[in-house]
């Protein structure tokens, strides 16, 4: 099959399967959300808009797509910031599919409804749709192993879904009393078979007018589905954005107003999803999701799963990618310091070309890294050696779900007996960049793992930062908290008597779900 090239390839409709029947969409903005084409074009207000920005859950709709295997995969996702042509190819659900899965005609419930019904989960209801879907994205992956969840690991699935009116335990008990009503599942195989036949559409090319102060003018979002197109379009598009999950570049358009252009985007690349091994290395596509990601590092280092479940939340970790996490280089991002003290890597593509750059090396100022122009990060490589250090990651934040960092410190540590044979201390929220702590690792290599050397990495730390003061943190907390964790690590893995996880951290006595 030839492959057209970007000045070749003709515009068709964005395309997906929705409420039972396949929606074609060819006239809204290339940046028209997924929330305001439900609320404003479809009339179907049962989804909110609380802050959009991705934050409440109150526009939580769930997304099906197709897996490498041609098997339905579901995943809530925050609407406010999902653009529609993402949706090319793919199934949307939201609040009113749910009655006609019912089970019993179109004037049931769904256990899911009705058991929120039951166990009062809902005063003012404005937060009550998007809680729903997110329970019930939980139901039908749990219907579908046949496993019932924890009180915990709902609360995890919830993590995104903020309530000021009934406070969570009602809603818990209804995650909990669901499965014990009657079952209603979606019949997959319909849902299955239209994907399957959206699949057979070319890669998308959209084009929409849009209107600027300059004046009208047609923009474009392009969808390859090869590594190959995606090279030939970011060289041919140098300036068009690379969009990957929109967490970032939604905030733009809604809360900055910003004129994006043209879009291409990661999200239908087969290839940038993949998570495989690759000889002595985990290689992590950078269109793989952030929970897909996150979840192969806690697979292989446990001690990561606070950091993973801790990560913004689950609809927000369904559509970001770890690559677009990388790329975006905010000091305070969650993801970096980990995979500094994992002697990550990023794989940058231009053309054909190929290089790989350790991710110590990849940011160079505020905002600023050192990838070209015409360039992508292709992929995320951990060596796996990493992996047999004792790796830890602390998350510093005002509110324990679904916060933004003052600080987070990814730590790894190897030792010889007593004494210290390599040390990785990174830190975000600390400079303008994420970066190593190059004193405090220099006052510990080759030292005995002792109180006294964490006392000199701590001192050598206030010469390796001067952290800024702002609405999170302030300078001097943040420093202090930085060296206190250089005091937890050496309680968590000193030569005699090291402590229990659940001795230095809450969050562990919590039954989390670790896979």
Not at 356 to 373: S, W
Request: with cysteine.
């Amino acid at each position: 099959m030839t492959t057209l090239s970007p000045s070749t390839a003709s515009p068709r409709a964005v395309r997906f399967f929705h409420r039972g029947a396949v929606v074609s969409v060819a006239d809204a903005p290339v940046t028209r959300t997924v929330l305001d084409w439900l609320r404003d074009n479809r009339r179907q207000t049962g989804t909110k808009e609380g802050c959009n920005e991705g934050d409440c859950g109150a526009c939580t709709v769930v997304l099906g797509e197709l897996d490498e295997a041609g098997q339905l995969r579901l995943a809530s996702v925050n609407a406010c910031i999902q653009f529609l042509p993402t949706l090319d190819g793919k199934a949307l659900f939201t609040v009113e599919d749910l009655q006609a899965l019912g089970g019993a005609g179109h004037d049931a419930l769904h256990p899911v409804q009705q058991a929120m019904v039951e166990c009062h989960g809902s005063q003012c209801g404005f937060c009550t749709p998007g809680i729903v879907m997110t329970l019930w994205n939980s139901y039908e992956r749990h219907q579908q192993t046949g496993t019932q969840p924890t009180r915990q690991q709902l609360a995890d699935d919830l993590s995104g879904n903020l309530c000021r009116c009934t406070g969570y335990r009602p809603i818990l008990d209804a995650g909990q009393r669901m499965f014990d009503l009657p079952a209603a599942r979606l019949e997959r195989a319909a849902v299955t078979q239209a994907l399957k036949a959206l699949a057979s559409a070319p890669a998308l090319t959209y084009a929409a007018p849009t209107t600027t102060p300059e004046g009208a003018r047609t923009d474009h979002f392009h969808a390859p589905r090869s590594v190959a197109e995606l090279a030939v379009l970011r060289q041919a598009k140098p300036r068009a954005r690379l969009l990957a999950g929109s967490t970032d570049i939604g905030l733009w358009v809604n809360k900055q107003f910003r004129d994006v252009g043209d879009l291409i985007y990661t999200g239908q690349v087969a290839e940038l999803r993949r998570i495989e091994q690759r000889g002595e290395e985990l290689w992590i596509g950078a269109a793989a999701s952030l929970e897909d990601a996150w979840r192969a590092l806690v697979q292989r280092a446990p001690s990561l799963t606070d950091v993973w479940l801790r990560f913004a939340s689950p609809p927000i970790r369904h559509a970001g990618t770890m690559g677009g996490n990388v790329a975006n280089g905010s000091p305070i991002g969650d993801a970096p310091p980990i995979l500094m003290a994992l002697d990550a890597a990023v794989e940058l593509r231009r053309g054909e070309r190929l290089r790989r750059l350790p991710l110590t090396g990849l940011y160079l100022d505020y905002m600023k890294n050192a990838i070209e122009e015409g360039e992508f990060v292709q992929a995320i490589v951990v060596p796996l050696a990493a992996f047999g250090r004792q790796v830890r990651g602390y998350k510093i934040s005002k509110r324990f779900d679904c916060d933004i960092s003052a600080l987070c410190a990814g730590m790894a540590i190897e030792l010889d007996g007593a004494t210290v044979r390599s040390v990785r201390l990174a830190y975000g929220g600390m400079a303008a960049v994420v970066k190593r702590a190059a004193q405090a690792e220099a006052a510990i290599v080759g030292q005995p793992w002792t109180e006294g050397t964490v006392r000199a990495a701590q001192q050598a730390l206030a010469r390796d930062f001067s952290p800024m003061t702002d609405m999170r943190a302030s300078s001097a907390y943040r420093l202090q908290v930085a060296q206190n964790l250089l005091q937890r690590l050496w309680l968590e893995t000193r030569p005699d008597n090291p402590l229990p996880p659940a001795a230095t951290s809450v969050f562990q006595l919590m039954p989390h779900a670790a896979a």
